[in-house]
């Protein structure tokens, strides 16, 4: 064996035994984070399967994680750990497909009413333009947010854009400028949201607090907070057309 094969060698084994290391330190964190999500997701996600997906993200830290960038490890691990826990959940979809055809109903009905009056839609005006009762509008609304709570997130059918990066994947050639003109695409139209319906995205999504907390702050009842999110994340899809079409 040569000296520069002992080293590369040397160098291989210490890199493994560092990135055993950081799994190691870091495993908690990963169980911290499935059980901090595994609050605000629907029955049917298993923290089991949040938290092997979130290993799986802690090891792609582990191999790309460049000091050099300013961010600490933790940091970086944290947004990895998400990002593959939230990919986790976005393939297994188990969402009906009557959910998807009335969240594009709603998504419809709010974009026709707001071209037709220039203002934010009322949920009476939704509701009429549905066909339906007040009632009967609140209970699409809450069984959308109840089978899928990353609507906001997945606000472009299909994936093609959305809030946040995904931990796993980097960005193709040429999306960089799409990307970041989506984004401030979508910062404007948050911005002209309702007041109330933008309080709502600020508590759940900035702050991170659940349903039931986010009702106790607006003093309403948690499946109030429930349909807020929901036509919130419709107004937004109906605001953002443009995208989705591209």
């Not at 990066?165 to 999306?175: A, D, N, Q, V, Y």
Request: with cysteine.
């Amino acid at each position: 064996m040569t000296a520069s094969s002992g080293l590369r060698m040397y160098s291989k084994t210490s890199e493994r035994t560092q990135q055993e290391q950081l799994i190691n330190r870091y495993a908690p964190l990963v169980k911290r984070i499935a059980y901090h999500l595994l609050a605000r997701l629907p029955a049917s996600v298993q923290v089991e399967d949040l938290m092997q997906a979130g290993m799986i993200g802690l090891l792609e830290a582990s191999r790309k994680y460049d000091a050099g960038k300013g961010a600490s490890f933790e940091t970086y691990a944290g947004i990895r750990i998400r990002g593959a826990m939230l990919d986790e959940v976005r393939k297994g979809d188990w969402a009906p497909r009557s959910v998807h055809r009335n969240t594009r109903m709603v998504t419809d009905a709010i974009r026709a009413v707001e071209a037709r009056t220039g203002r934010d839609a009322k949920d009476s005006e939704v509701a009429a333009e549905l066909k339906l009762s007040l009632d009967e509008y609140y209970g699409i609304l809450g069984d959308t947010m109840g089978s899928r709570l990353f609507s906001f997130d997945d606000l472009m059918e299909g994936g093609e854009h959305g809030l946040e990066e995904s931990g796993s994947h980097e960005l193709e050639p040429g999306r960089g400028l799409e990307d970041q003109r989506f984004r401030k695409a979508l910062a404007d139209a948050i911005a002209n949201l309702p007041e109330r319906e933008r309080l709502v995205l600020s508590l759940y999504y900035d702050e991170e607090l659940n349903l039931k907390e986010i009702g106790e702050v607006l003093g309403v009842s948690e499946s109030r907070v429930c349909q807020l999110h929901s036509q919130c994340a419709a107004r937004l899809r109906a605001r953002l057309a443009e995208w989705r079409s591209r």
